[in-house]
């Protein structure tokens, strides 16, 4: 069954240095979403993207954070400056063009941010 | 706006009882509905959904849950638990290609 993949499954890094975290969704999916869930906290949305822009973010994803599709397959999440509040688990997920929005979930990447 | 309401950030029960995990939403269109869970150090799987058409709705591991318009809710049931059912369950509800809205998580846990 097609999954969606993230990598790296965890990233330590120092506060201020930029992150670049990876993940491919399922490769007929159109919608592409990043999620993130601080420790004992609900998953918040971050940003969506569809035909190669920004569809919707929220106001979380400041302009510290970007989106790319570089390729045919692979969806990035930048952090340029991380702060310790970046400390999170982050999910991409992707959905297809039904409409029916049933959004499938990479296994996440945790980032600790010392 | 949406928005979800997960009643009990616990729920203990004995393994054979029933599990029931409450969740409210407010939506102004017709709401897609979504039960996902997390066991630990692990990602988010889905359970089960609710679109269109039938409104209780079987998912997988024995659950089950059933949309009730008249009272906005989207409760996750399950006949009786088992050790293995033990982990974080999250309610979400979107409308199509949009982003999920969550609800705040229920941590459930099963005692022998």
């Known amino acids: 069954e097609p999954e969606v993949t993230q990598t790296p499954s965890h990233q330590v890094t120092q506060m201020g240095q930029e992150v670049i975290l990876r993940c491919v969704p399922i490769?007929?999916?159109?919608?592409f979403y990043w999620y993130r869930q601080i420790l004992g906290q609900k998953v918040e949305f971050l940003v969506s993207f569809y035909n190669n822009e920004i569809s919707e973010k929220s106001e979380i994803f400041d302009d510290q954070f970007s989106v790319e599709r570089p390729d045919g397959s692979n969806f990035t999440l930048k952090i340029r400056s991380t702060k310790l509040e970046d400390s999170a688990m982050y999910f991409c997920?992707?959905?297809?063009?039904?409409?029916?929005?049933?959004?499938?979930f990479g296994p996440g990447t945790r980032l600790t941010v010392t | 706006a949406q928005s979800v309401t997960q009643l009990g950030s616990h729920v203990s029960v004995s393994e054979g009882a029933l599990v029931l995990l409450r969740c409210n939403y407010s939506s102004s269109v017709p709401p897609y509905l979504f039960w996902y869970v997390q066991y630990p150090n692990q990602g988010l799987q889905l359970l089960l959904k609710y679109t269109t058409g039938a409104t209780l709705v079987k998912g997988i591991n024995g659950f089950e849950a059933e949309f009730k318009k008249s009272e906005t809710s989207f409760h996750l049931t399950k006949p009786s638990a088992h050790m293995s059912d033990a982990a974080e369950y999250f309610c979400?509800?979107?409308?199509?290609?949009?982003?999920?809205?969550f609800g705040k998580g229920t941590r459930l846990s099963v005692i022998a």
């Open positions: 997920a992707s959905s297809d063009a039904s409409g029916i929005g049933e959004q499938y």
């Open positions: 490769s007929n999916h159109l919608y």
């Open positions: 979400a509800v979107d409308s199509g290609n949009t982003p999920l809205v």
